[in-house]
Nanobody, 127 residues
Framework: QVHLVESGGGLVQAGGSLRLSCSAS???????????MAWFRQAPGKERDIVAA????????YFADFVNGRFTISRDNVKNTVYLQMDNLKPEDTAVYYC?????????????????WGQGTQVTVSS
């Protein structure tokens, strides 16, 4: 059983920053060290969309077009944690943000490329 737990969401004013964290655990022990990881988001009434993804070793990353250089994805395989640093936040970034883990080492951009999901953390950006 794999558990992904997101943290770091909250309410922030437009132009502000948040850092999301995703901590992985499981029984038997689950290590993210060989798997691609990603962040998705879902706003009310909208589909869940990919925000960013990262390969198992962190050497390659992907960002959705709407990120436009504002976010950074990183990972610490020793801490079994993935991060999403979000800067210059906009009201349209308001959504529930989900962490996802693949069983592959290279990332995909579709929902079904990911096999494990967290419960999500709310990010609200006020204007």
């Amino acid at each position: 059983q794999v558990h992904l737990v997101e943290s770091g969401g909250g309410l922030v004013q437009a132009g502000g920053s948040l850092r999301l964290s995703c901590s992985a655990s499981g029984r038997p022990p689950f290590t993210i060290g060989v798997y691609a990881m990603a962040w998705f988001r879902q706003a009310p009434g909208k589909e869940r969309d990919i925000v960013a993804a990262i390969t198992w070793n962190g050497r390659s990353t992907y960002f959705a077009d709407f990120v436009n250089g504002r976010f950074t994805i990183s990972r610490d395989n020793v801490k079994n944690t993935v991060y999403l640093q979000m800067d210059n936040l906009k009201p349209e970034d308001t959504a529930v943000y989900y962490c996802a883990a693949s069983r592959d080492s290279w990332y995909g951009t579709a929902l079904n490329d990911y096999h494990y999901w967290g419960q999500g953390t709310q990010v609200t950006v006020s204007s």
